[in-house]
């Protein structure tokens, strides 16, 4: 299985994984419409690739009443026919990975297995790889580390 996996050490904020995904997803280069934020953290001084985590028990689709979700080969799907636009997937996701812009529920569905947030991501800070043991271990350990960044 591949997921996508952040390198903060390595992001400089230029924020070309945005722009590849709006485009992808509206045809126009705003990174408001994408399914990956970048936070900015000018006390810390870091940027941090904000992407889905793909969870094994995703938030998403256990409270949606529509439906509207379903994990397909690993990847949380979103059904756009079921969808009704509640945002209360976008509200519950612990990594504000889904997003709701003009009532647009945008939410990365790895590009059907070609991610164009890593193609466009010039420093290497998205990378999508097959899982392996120590990979896995990290996915879980920035997941935790993003809860903990949100809540701080």
């Given amino acids: ?65 529509q439906n509207a979700y379903e994990i397909v080969d690993g990847v949380v799907i979103r059904d756009d026919d079921r969808c009704i636009g509640c945002r209360m997937c976008a509200v519950l996701c612990p990594y504000n990975a889904i997003s709701a812009i003009d009532g647009e529920i945008i939410k990365c569905d790895l590009c059907d297995g070609d ?22 271990a990290r996915r879980k350990q920035m997941a935790e580390r993003v809860l903990g960044i949100a809540s701080d």
């Fill in 1 to 65: 299985m591949k997921y996508l996996y952040a390198f903060p050490e390595k992001c400089t904020g230029c924020r070309e994984c945005t722009l590849a995904c709006s485009l992808k997803f509206f045809g126009e280069c705003n990174p408001k419409k994408a399914a990956i934020s970048v936070i900015r953290d000018e006390f810390r001084r870091y940027e941090y690739p904000m992407i889905c985590y793909q969870c094994e028990d995703p938030v998403c689709l256990k409270y949606c009443h």
């Fill in 115 to 136: 991610p164009k947030c890593v193609k466009y991501c010039s420093t290497e800070a998205i990378q999508y790889l097959d899982e392996t043991d120590e990979l896995e």
